[in-house]
């Protein structure tokens, strides 16, 4: 594995391709990353490297601070740990920028999802409902029957019910990187990510390769 980068999310548009056709994308402006610890598997186990982001905030916790100290660097935004390979590893103190990837690259995104509050089974898992009519009475967008009849004679656990619906960690595999902006720090991925405008999201190179 390889390390990736913050990134905040800064909405979508739309490029032209070389034949004309309309490409979706979202806009990702890589926050200020810098390489703070490395781990390794003698050490610690397994190898990774502790990444800083982003601008420190106006109050910071004793052990944060300290942690930055020990380690001989400035308080940052927020810490991020990647594993990597014991070779693909950058050198502590090592900035990361919008420069890693190139045009072309495969790219998975991680982040929060939009939190929708709680939510009934039509919006949050797409059902159909009950009937508009034809005698339908306060069931237009129930979820209809829960279970079986007195065997089982409950209603099993992970059963799809109306609930707590969005704000989940979600990733997006194999998302092509259409443009890289070194100056602006900033990099064009096709599709959309999770999250809202100003959102955080992680971006590394793709598990998978494809």
Not at 74 to 96: H, I, S, W, Y
């Amino acid at each position: 594995m390889s390390v990736g980068l913050i990134a905040r999310k800064m909405g979508m548009t739309q490029v032209f391709a070389e034949d004309g056709s309309a490409v979706p994308v979202t806009v990702l402006n890589v926050e200020p990353c810098k390489v703070i610890l490395r781990k390794t598997a003698e050490n610690d186990g397994y190898d990774a490297v502790q990444v800083g982001y982003g601008q420190p905030r106006k109050h910071e916790t004793r052990a944060v601070q300290g942690h930055y100290a020990k380690h001989g660097h400035e308080v940052m935004g927020g810490l991020k740990e990647f594993r990597v390979t014991a070779g693909d590893a950058p050198e502590v103190g090592q900035r990361l920028d919008a420069s890693m990837f190139q045009e072309g690259q495969k790219v998975d995104v991680s982040g929060t999802s939009k939190g929708r509050g709680f939510a009934g089974v039509m919006k949050r898992y797409n059902f159909g409902g009950g009937r508009a009519s034809h005698g339908a009475e306060k069931v237009h967008r129930q979820m209809g029957s829960t279970g079986q009849c007195q065997d089982p004679g409950r209603v099993f656990p992970g059963k799809k019910m109306p609930g707590h619906y969005g704000n989940e960690r979600k990733t997006i595999q194999n998302l092509e990187v259409i443009r890289v902006d070194v100056e602006a720090n900033r990099i064009l991925v096709k599709g959309a990510v999770p999250g809202p405008r100003g959102g955080l999201v992680e971006v590394r190179p793709a598990v998978k390769g494809a």
